[in-house]
């Protein structure tokens, strides 16, 4: 199938989960899943895997979906996710507990889908190419201290001012990848 890819990921988890309680890590890690889930679900992503902190979401598209459509509502949903957070994050600090910080890469391209594992315990998921690349997009959130990245086919797509951050070097694949941060939602 085609469709665009989001992979996001806590900022601090590791360092969180040696400091608090288990308790408030997993009431942590329920916040975060619960407003990026009602971000993505509200314009269309359909959330694939959680994997640890980690999320995969896949905005699918079809007929009815062009390219641009699931692009543009793919960053919709990291923006409306981010408008969450700084209201989340606001009553957090009140409170006196821990930020909730994340980065997104986002990408768009052809996938294989289904299911994976072994006979008792199968796993429906997507992978490929497009997958990784937005795995290391996200990857190179922490590193250009964006919040959002996307890559060059889905900044193609989109309705929104862009700004290239050059080519950089991504593990696993061989050639440097255009990288571009959306202006509205840089730090």
């Not at 980690?54 to 390219?67: C, D, R």
């Not at 986002?106 to 299911?115: A, C, D, F, K, Q």
């Not at 060059?152 to 050639?175: N, P, V, W």
Request: with cysteine; aromatic share 8%; proline share 4%.
């Amino acid at each position: 199938i085609n469709a665009a890819l989001w992979f996001s990921d806590l900022r601090h988890f590791t360092h969180l989960t040696e400091i608090l309680p288990a308790k408030d890590v997993l009431s942590m890690l329920n916040e975060y899943f619960e407003f990026i889930a009602a971000a993505v679900t509200a314009h269309g992503g359909e959330i694939l895997r959680f994997i640890g902190d980690a999320m995969l979401i896949v905005f699918p598209i079809s007929a009815e979906v062009s390219k641009k459509s699931a692009c543009n509502a793919a960053l919709e949903a990291a923006k409306d996710a981010r408008a969450s957070l700084s209201v989340i994050n606001h009553f957090r600090k009140r409170h006196a507990q821990p930020l909730i910080e994340f980065g997104v890469g986002l990408n768009v391209g052809e996938v294989i889908y289904g299911n994976v594992g072994a006979p008792e315990r199968l796993d429906f998921t997507v992978m490929g190419p497009a997958v990784n690349r937005t795995a290391r997009l996200e990857s190179l959130t922490k590193e250009l201290n964006q919040p959002v990245l996307v890559s060059a086919d889905f900044c193609a797509q989109l309705d929104y001012k862009t700004r290239s951050l050059g080519l950089h070097t991504m593990k696993g694949i061989e050639a440097p990848q255009a990288v571009f941060s959306v202006d509205y939602i840089s730090e």
